[in-house]
């Protein structure tokens, strides 16, 4: 049953998806053409029936097809199953039950016959269609007969019947055979592409594990001293270098090879890389990148970049669009003075890449049809995808390519992209927000609270947990495209932090550190981790621009955005414990952050040196002979000398609740449990001088 469910609602968003390109000029189609009609049917050529209600219900049902992007993000998720039944009512049930309630009449038999060909053009399934036109028609009759089978029998004009069964069935398979046609096309392309992308991920991946073997090897500057290897600093960058730019141009490959088979597949572009790019820089990159079969091809090329500017798209399909006009310009090339221009400018019609040859150019004929699948031209080997890929580039990117040539002059392709800041682009992202996911880690109830809105009314999925949680999931569990971490949470807990950064390192997801400005951090986040700071009010008043930057753009991760703890110097801090060797450590480690430390064995010499001298801060243990930690707090707690109020840090092992509870009576400030990180330490003492 779950099967059956799951195979009806994959149609009915295929069908869906095949009519969408259509939908506002269909939408705008029944919202004017129903009530017009009515004014035909009802003033200029009466009718004997007309329903007002009827056609309004039916125009309504249309309007908001026609206004379906300004509907929720919720309600936009239905519009596959709305489409269905909106077209089966106002085509096959309006059309066949307005022409029983006129008895067949000669103009309402030729209106159904209209509104068979437009059912059959909008669903274009033969099965869905002809299962929408039984039940309507079925479901009209019955509105207007009942059971009165005599009336009915006698009312039907039956030679329409053969005609409308005809129409039905014959146009469906007309229309079916077209459509395998195309798909045979397409499973050929399909094949092709899975050949190629069979033959160029081995050899890519064979690459990428030797670079993987080669980066593992190679020395360290640390190595090369220690062991006497010959190897400068300069040429271990280097080296280190073109490992990573091989590695770069792997991964490129791929996600070409991806985008391309997705292309094919779906017969449309693939826009789940779309990011913000820079024109100029994805120009240069293809320049350079392109396998030029000489020096001389080279040198024909000359780039103007007027006006530099920004689209939203994939690099990696610009640049194979670009490798693909120069391809056939070099193919098409008429002599020894043959050149290649190309200018990035801003137009009044929109940001343009104009691509220019003065090759042999292309006949007016042959020109009407370059962007169709599988039309090639004098082109011996060729498939025909080239072009029409470019143009299902362009429209993907919401922007177009158009062609002019001058035979035996020159080609110019115009490339024009809508401003990265425009509706068109607004739509594209909010269409891929839809597949985007966010985990937020720990719980900050403004930013919680903004990211749920933000998430019910653009789509994409928000998952929730605290750090402990986080902490336990496998490597493979954080596929998400961002992970939002409470810093301050995180601060609270590093242990449980540290064990959720070793498991992050897997994730492609972008690490978003969330901070407090009035706050201060230490720098002991994972070094081998790309983290991406953002203040907390930010993400709470700014999110959709915070999410769109953090989804949408290339950003450069930068940790330095976090404010750092402010070392003290010059500031006198006690440390009174039994223990030498700690006492001993936890000095030496404060003296190297600038501060005074005076080392005392138990609780009575504390009280000595606050009797003696100011003292900014004590850290105590809590059992000592002589006076332990609590009976220390308590002297001086109620001491009625300057130094009763000084801060003081409890040096405890016993983490249990009734211990830091007594710590807590006291009078103690805070306390740190042994063993204490460095940096948990430092962040304690920072907190109270």
């Avoid at 990159?285 to 030029?292: G, H, N, P």
């Avoid at 970049?305 to 670009?322: N, Q």
């Avoid at 801060?617 to 002589?626: A, F, Q, S, T, Y």
Wanted: proline share 3%.
């Amino acid at each position: 049953m779950d099967a059956f469910r799951d195979a009806i609602r994959e149609t009915v968003s295929k069908i869906y998806q095949y009519a969408e390109p259509n939908l506002t000029l269909v939408g705008w189609m029944g919202l004017l053409g129903f009530p017009t009609y009515y004014y035909v049917w009802t003033y200029l050529f009466p009718q004997p029936y007309e329903s007002l209600a009827l056609r309004t219900a039916c125009s309504l049902m249309f309007a908001v097809i026609a206004f379906r992007s300004y509907l929720p993000e919720y309600w936009r998720r239905l519009m596959p199953i709305y489409y269905s039944i909106s077209i089966s009512i106002c085509l096959p049930f309006f059309f066949f039950f307005m022409m029983l309630k006129n008895e067949w009449s000669t103009v309402w038999a030729m209106s159904f016959m209209s509104s068979i060909f437009l059912h059959i053009l909008l669903v274009h399934q033969t099965r869905i269609v002809l299962l929408q036109a039984g039940i309507s028609i079925l479901f009209a009759f019955f509105l207007t007969y009942g059971g009165d089978y005599v009336q009915a029998y006698n009312d039907i004009v039956w030679p329409y019947i053969p005609i409308f069964i005809f129409t039905y069935v014959f146009g469906n398979l007309f229309y079916f055979r077209n459509q395998v046609g195309h798909e045979s096309k397409v499973s050929i392309a399909k094949s092709f592409g899975a050949g190629i992308a069979h033959e160029m991920r081995n050899p890519l991946s064979a690459l990428k594990a030797s670079i993987e073997v080669l980066k593992s090897i190679l020395p360290t500057e640390k190595d090369t001293f220690n062991h006497g290897i010959k190897i400068s600093s300069q040429e271990l960058s280097l080296a280190r270098d073109v490992l990573n730019d091989a590695e770069e141009v792997i991964d490129n490959g791929n996600e070409a090879i991806d985008l391309l088979l997705t292309s094919i597949d779906e017969n449309r572009v693939s826009t789940s890389t779309f990011k913000k790019q820079s024109i100029k820089q994805v120009t240069l990159s293809a320049l350079s990148s392109f396998a030029y079969k000489s020096i001389q091809n080279k040198q024909c090329i000359e780039f103007v970049c007027e006006d530099d500017f920004d689209f939203f798209g994939s690099d990696t399909l610009i640049k194979y669009a670009l490798y693909n006009l120069m391809k056939n310009a070099f193919y098409y090339q008429s002599s020894d003075r043959f050149k290649i221009k190309i200018t990035i400018k801003r137009h009044n019609e929109g940001n343009q890449l104009v691509f220019i040859d003065n090759g042999v150019g292309i006949e007016p004929e042959i020109l009407e049809n370059i962007f169709e699948d599988f039309y090639t031209f004098g082109k011996s080997g060729g498939y025909g995808l080239g072009l029409p890929f470019c143009h299902k580039v362009m429209t993907a990117l919401g922007g177009k390519i158009v062609c002019e040539s001058q035979p035996g002059s020159w080609t110019k392709f115009t490339m024009t992209f809508p401003p990265y800041k425009s509706e068109v682009v607004d739509k594209i992202k909010f269409d891929l927000l839809k597949s985007k996911s966010v985990l937020m880690v720990g719980h900050n109830e403004p930013v919680t609270n903004t990211l749920n809105e933000h998430s019910f009314y653009k789509g994409f999925r928000l998952v929730t947990m605290d750090l402990v949680t986080a902490s336990q999931k496998q490597e493979y569990e954080f596929e998400f495209d961002l992970i939002l971490i409470d810093l301050d949470v995180a601060n609270q807990q590093l242990d449980v932090f540290a064990t959720l950064e070793a498991k992050l390192h897997f994730t492609e997801a972008r690490i978003v550190l969330l901070y407090d400005s009035k706050c201060s951090y230490h720098d002991d986040i994972e070094r081998h981790l790309l983290v991406y700071p953002v203040e907390k009010a930010r993400m709470t008043h700014q999110c959709g621009i915070v999410l769109d930057e953090l989804l949408f753009e290339c950003l450069e991760p930068n940790r330095n955005l976090l404010p750092r703890k402010k070392q003290s110097f010059g500031k006198t801090i006690v440390i009174a414990d039994d223990n030498d060797s700690l006492r001993t450590y936890t000095s030496i480690l404060l003296e190297q952050q600038g501060f005074e430390v005076i080392q005392v064995q138990n609780g009575q010499e504390v009280i000595e040196k606050l009797e003696l001298l100011p003292v900014d801060l004590v850290i105590m243990d809590i059992e000592m002979p002589r006076l332990n930690g609590i009976e220390a707090a308590n002297v001086i707690r109620n001491s009625k000398e300057t130094f009763a109020n000084v801060p003081i840090l409890g040096h405890t092992g016993d983490s249990t609740q009734t211990a830091i509870n007594k710590i807590h009576d006291s009078g103690m400030n805070d306390y740190v449990i042994k063993p204490a990180s460095t940096n948990t330490l430092l962040d304690k003492v920072s907190n109270w001088i």
